[in-house]
């Protein structure tokens, strides 16, 4: 089974516009869950969870207002969310900085993807499994 839902965490209008139009130009058929921080995300998986009957991807930005990608991942890391350990999260970000690279290993994330998306940069995430 592929990815069927990506939870889009980005504050820039134009990147998410951007990327949701290229993810439903790929497939059509994916649900599309956009917030515009860390919080509003974090928020969302506390009361909803990851569904168990769906694929899910995160795309995580890293610099975003109220609650930006890295402390996102801090919270998970040290929350009791039963669904995060099947979270699998790809930072969308258009930081080049090397720190931010190396930060974003150490949260063990899939990838690292450097806006604008891309359908060859997408395209290996959308068909994970599991």
Not at 17 to 33: A, C, G, Q, T
Not at 47 to 66: H, T, W, Y
Request: net charge negative.
């Amino acid at each position: 089974m592929s990815v069927n839902r990506i939870i889009l965490v980005d504050d820039d209008e134009i990147s998410n516009f951007l990327s949701i139009s290229l993810i439903r130009k790929i497939d059509p058929e994916i649900e599309i869950i956009p917030f515009r921080n860390g919080k509003e995300a974090l928020d969302y998986l506390k009361n909803e969870g990851l569904s168990k009957r769906k694929s899910n991807l995160i795309l995580l930005d890293i610099r975003m207002p109220v609650m930006n990608g890295f402390e996102f991942l801090e919270e998970i890391r040290n929350s009791n969310l039963k669904t995060k350990d099947s979270m699998r999260v790809v930072m969308l970000s258009s930081s080049d900085n090397p720190r931010d690279l190396e930060k974003a290993k150490s949260f063990e994330v899939l990838g690292y993807i450097n806006k604008p998306l891309k359908e060859e940069s997408i395209s290996t995430y959308l068909s994970l499994t599991g």
